[in-house]
């Protein structure tokens, strides 16, 4: 199986992520909802928020970051 986004587009996405603190969970939230649509997914914002909780608890980890996504990529 094929994953289905990039290092270098979770790179990205993790830099974002920690350039903005994660904070709030509801930003960091909304920033993985944003990626997530830009490639064609949806999410619900409840598991955008489980999702940023996860990642923030594993210090945004690349491997974290990529299991989470691909749990939350649901095609449009």
Sequence with gaps: ???KFSVT???ALRNDLLQGGM???REAAEVLQVF???RGYGV???D???AAGRVEMAGCSLPVL???LEGLAMVM
């Design 1 to 3: 199986m094929r994953d």
């Design 48 to 50: 955008a928020m489980d």
């Design 36 to 38: 997530l649509m830009g």
């Design 66 to 68: 990529q299991r989470e």
């Design 9 to 11: 587009e979770l790179n």
């Design 23 to 25: 904070v709030d969970s």
């Design 44 to 46: 619900s914002q409840a």
